[in-house]
């Protein structure tokens, strides 16, 4: 596609239950990112690829949290035993380069609620 | 953690004046970048400006960055209501390929 896209756009989900947030990356692009961003707020770094190789996860709050990307295109976060704390809007993020020498370019977000 | 941190939190102004922001981050930087986001939308990438460069402009966007200072400023001229977003800065983080982005500021430019 021409853009990054992410799916499902918009997830509710029960407590305690596991999802997992797809992202599909700008065809080519080496690097992928992965945020969450609370309302009103920045986007809080979680995670990033180059290519299939998980770079630096030092974002992921907690071990609930894991994401892979394992044939370097198309990435998947996914949460288990989701909790309320946990909703928010995720977002990816794809970049050409692989050393953020350019522009990253994001998807429309997936926005989790967790009742 | 936030590296950048905006100022001001928001913005007010009139159609046709000029909107400065400014962008303050804590490490050594290999470039700055600015994003809008468009109510609650996706973000969109404006200008990057390499540690080396001091100025750079685009349309009506004009940044500078001040690496002594570690400081940046997006200037937005004759704003128009479609300027109406909020603007982030994000910085890599020297060695490190992690952009990170600050709290933004909310610009709202009444027609």
């Known amino acids: 596609g021409a853009g990054v896209s992410q799916s499902p756009r918009y997830k509710v989900t029960k407590r305690g239950q596991d999802v997992a947030l797809r992202c599909d990356p700008i065809?080519?692009?080496?690097?992928l990112y992965w945020y969450r961003q609370a309302l009103g707020q920045g986007p809080e770094f979680l995670t990033y690829?180059?290519?299939?190789?998980?770079?630096?996860k030092s974002g992921l709050p907690n071990d609930r949290f894991s994401a892979e990307r394992p044939e370097g295109s198309i990435s998947t976060l996914t949460i288990q035993r989701t909790e309320q704390r946990d909703s928010a809007m995720y977002r990816c993020a794809s970049s050409p380069g692989a050393n953020l020498r350019t522009e990253a370019f994001f998807g429309q977000g997936t926005r989790l609620t967790v009742v | 953690s936030q590296q950048g941190e905006e100022d001001p939190q928001a913005l007010s102004i009139q159609e046709g004046e000029n909107a400065t922001m400014n962008c303050s981050y804590k490490?050594?930087?290999?470039?700055l970048q600015w994003y809008r986001q468009n109510s609650g939308r996706g973000l969109v990438h404006l200008i990057l400006?390499?540690?080396?460069?001091r100025e750079k402009h685009s349309g009506r966007l004009r940044v500078t960055l001040d690496t002594s200072k570690k400081s940046s400023s997006l200037l937005i001229t004759a704003s128009r209501a479609a300027d109406t977003a909020s603007y982030f800065c994000a910085t890599d983080q020297g060695g490190s390929e992690k952009l990170v982005f600050g709290k933004g500021t909310k610009l709202t430019v009444n027609p």
């Open positions: 690829f180059n290519y299939e190789a998980q770079q630096d």
């Open positions: 065809s080519g692009h080496v690097s």
């Open positions: 400006i390499r540690s080396n460069e």
């Open positions: 490490t050594s930087i290999n470039n």
